[in-house]
């Protein structure tokens, strides 16, 4: 057994694709006695007498064609961690899934509502549906995906994002700061078939990166060439508005900026706040380290479609340096209460534990710790008010901000710490150093697909069912046009 386990673990760590991984880690789950512990619904973790009644009362009015009670049901009791069902230590036992108790409810509220959907009811008329639909599926809420900063190392992000989208589990909201706003903006420009060829290795153009002299950094003067990140983003970008992204693609962008003066609010772009903006010239702001990149006037769209600066007297840099992850102004915008965070910060990443969902180390919770944070954040703002120079007080912003912000999510896809990282956050990367990246943001994503399609299913099943209905909707009016116009 001890030996037929072992090489089950070998076969999962050399694992080159998710059918390979999940096919190996299936049976270590059978042989190592998992998959009994999924079938028995008892577990210290969850309501599990809460969740089992709930699916049977569901189910019975499903199968009963009780549509009341149904909606009764699913419109009082729809919540996304009901019974503490996303608890992620009931994912910590088996290599794939959880609670087999779990995946059958979450199955039957989804059949369930696509029953809903998907039939005519004479006491549930087409608008009740619609109302219905609405209204419950904004109280439930949906996910994100999170994309933060972090220079070269960002290129973890696409391995993430690739392993999501193959699964058909890529949020259709997402954000990104600094280096991740690259990689959100690839996803964001690119339809389903040009993405399958702009997600390989060889086909990403990274020469980011040029030194222009260290010497001016207390001077004032960039250290990097801005000129060479733009030409490396207009290769990989499409040269889209938000607005015009999100109609090609469907997939909600959102790129955060902040304003190069001091003590100014960070900015989050989108086709809702910034539909005419150029999502070419917001990643560019949102790369702009102070003091590293000049910084960024954006570029937007007028009403003749022509190409115009946006707000041409302000400059914007580095999205990370107030909000590098925007969970409230995503949940304000979008409804979002689910935040999956592809984290690669080199600041934050070794502090962040690779097992119980990428939680702080304990470390970090302790007394010491908070005490040094207090002290440090008091020295920074006396420093602040000392400071004259704008860059060197845009620093000392992200050193606050570093104290200040919240830098994961509910479920949390963090790379291995390697101490070579270091020396590759502002390295131009070689095609096998992008693979390297990108598989270890695959690795890191595969043991979580299962949760993040459990705790992701529902929200996906009512954004579904509202494209349906908002079909059916559409070809009614155009119906109506018709015999209006005869």
Known sequence: MKRALKQLQKAIDNATTYAEWREASLEHDRLSGAEEWKDIDRSPHYDYELIRNRL??????????????????????????????????????????????????????????????????????????????????????????????????????????????????????ISGSSAGSIIASVVGTHDDEELRHKLEPENIYLEAFKVVGWGGLMRGKPVLDGNFLEACLEENIA???????????????????????RHQHSRLLNWKTSPNVLIRKASLASCAIPGIYPPVT??????????????????????????????????????????????????????????????????????????????????????????????????????????????????NLIPERKARNILRVLRNPSVDDVREFIRSGERATWPRLEMIGNTTCISRTFRSCLQRLDRIETEKLRHLRLVGEE
Request: glycine share 8%; with cysteine; aromatic share 10%.
């Open 56 to 173: 049977a009362q569901i189910r019975q009015a499903r199968e009963r064609n009780d549509v009341n009670k149904l909606v009764f049901h699913l419109h009082e009791g729809l919540h996304g961690n009901l019974g503490n069902i996303s608890n992620p230590a009931l994912y910590q036992v088996a290599r794939v899934g959880t609670k087999t108790l779990i995946e059958r409810y979450l199955q039957e509220v989804c059949t369930a509502l696509d029953f809903l959907c998907d039939n005519e009811f004479s006491e549930f008329g087409f608008k009740e549906k619609l109302d219905f639909f609405q209204t419950t599926g904004q109280a439930f809420g949906q996910s994100c995906l999170m994309l933060s900063g972090g220079a070269a190392l960002g290129l973890f992000h696409i391995g993430v994002a690739k392993s999501l989208w193959e699964e058909g589990l890529l949020p259709p909201v």
């Open 298 to 411: 954006l570029w937007a769209k007028n009403i003749e479609g022509e190409k115009v600066p946006y707000i041409p007297s302000r400059k914007f840099v580095d999205g990370s340096i107030k909000d590098d992850l925007p969970i409230h102004r995503l949940a304000r915008l979008y409804g979002v209460n689910h935040a999956i965070v592809s984290q690669t910060n080199p600041h934050v990443v070794p502090f962040l534990a690779r097992k119980g969902n990428g939680r702080p180390l304990p470390a970090l919770g302790n007394l010491a710790l908070r005490n040094f944070t207090m002290n440090a954040r008091f020295v920074l703002n006396l420093a602040q008010r000392q400071v004259r120079s704008n860059d060197v007080g845009l620093i000392l912003d992200k050193a606050e901000s570093v104290l200040k912000q919240k830098y994961i999510g509910d479920i």
């Open 239 to 261: 040269d889209l508005t938000f607005e015009e992204a999100y109609h090609r693609t469907g997939r909600e962008i959102n790129i955060t900026v902040s304003p190069y003066d």
